[in-house]
T-cell receptor, first 116, second 113 residues
C-alpha cells in the first residue's frame, strides 16, 4: 500500500492567497484526520471525518479554514485568505474505525506551508 | 480535561545506552495510550499501543512501554539505542470522545556516537 498521500509536500504563498492542501487516505480506511503542527502549539487536531462526514471540526481555528471530503479517497483542507500565522506543517491521517472507536492512525508525510 | 505530559523536551543518550522517555496522562477512565515516532521531515509512525491486558507492551524497532495505572504513566523504553533512533517521540491518549487523540508536546531524542 502506498500509505497516506499528501500534496503538495511544500507550499510557499503570499499572505491573502488561497491555499489548498490535498490528501488521499489509505484505501479502505473510513476515518480521516487533519492535524496542524507548530513549534508553539504542537500537534493539533483540526477536523475529523468518518465515512466522509465531518464529525468534529472544533479544532478548525477560524472561518478562513474549511475542509471537504467529497469521497472516500480524497480530502482537501483550504485556507482562504492565508495569513503568516498559518505557517505550519499540516498532516493528514487515516484509520479504519467507526466514530467513538480508537485505533492506530496512519500519518502522511505532511505539507509544509509557508505564508509570507 | 484529558491531557498528556511529556516532561522532557530534549534528551541526549549515547549509542548503545538504555533509554526511557516519560509520559504521564490525565484521564478519568481506562486510557488507550500510544507512542508515535517522527523522523525529521516525516509523518508520525506508530511504535506501540496499549488498550488493555498485559501492562508491558512490545512495539516495533525494539521499543517497549509499561502502563502503570497507579502512577498514571506510560513510559517508553529501549535497552540499547541506535543512532537511527534519533527522532521526536510523541505520547498520545485517546480522550474517549469522537475518536480524538490528544498528543503530548514531544521529546526530541539525540543520539551521540
Amino acid at each position: 500500500d502506498a500509505g497516506v498521500i499528501q500534496s503538495p509536500r511544500h507550499e510557499v504563498t503570499e499572505m491573502g492567497q488561497e491555499v489548498t492542501l490535498r490528501c488521499k487516505p489509505i484505501s479502505g480506511h473510513n476515518s480521516l484526520f487533519w492535524y496542524r503542527q507548530t513549534m508553539m502549539r504542537g500537534l493539533e487536531l483540526l477536523i475529523y471525518f468518518n465515512n466522509n462526514v465531518p464529525i468534529d471540526d472544533s479544532g478548525m481555528p477560524e472561518d478562513r479554514f474549511s475542509a471537504k471530503m467529497p469521497n472516500a479517497s480524497f480530502s482537501t483542507l483550504k485556507i482562504q485568505p492565508s495569513e503568516p500565522r498559518d505557517s505550519a506543517v499540516y498532516f493528514c491521517a487515516s484509520s479504519l474505525m467507526d466514530w467513538g472507536e480508537v485505533d492506530e492512525q496512519y500519518f502522511g508525510p505532511g505539507t509544509r506551508l509557508t505564508v509570507t | 480535561a484529558q491531557s498528556v505530559t511529556q516532561p522532557d523536551i530534549h534528551i541526549t543518550v549515547s549509542e548503545g545506552a538504555s533509554l526511557e522517555l516519560r509520559c504521564n496522562y490525565s484521564y478519568g477512565a481506562t486510557p488507550y495510550l500510544f507512542w508515535y515516532v517522527q523522523s525529521p521531515g516525516q509523518g508520525l509512525q506508530l511504535l506501540l499501543k496499549y488498550f488493555s491486558g498485559d501492562t508491558l507492551v512490545q512495539g516495533i524497532k525494539g521499543f517497549e512501554a509499561e502502563f502503570k495505572r497507579s502512577q498514571s504513566s506510560f513510559n517508553l523504553r529501549k535497552p540499547s539505542v541506535h543512532w537511527s533512533d534519533a527522532a521526536e517521540y510523541f505520547c498520545a491518549v485517546y480522550t474517549g470522545t469522537a475518536s480524538k487523540l490528544t498528543f503530548g508536546t514531544g521529546t526530541r531524542l539525540q543520539v551521540t556516537l
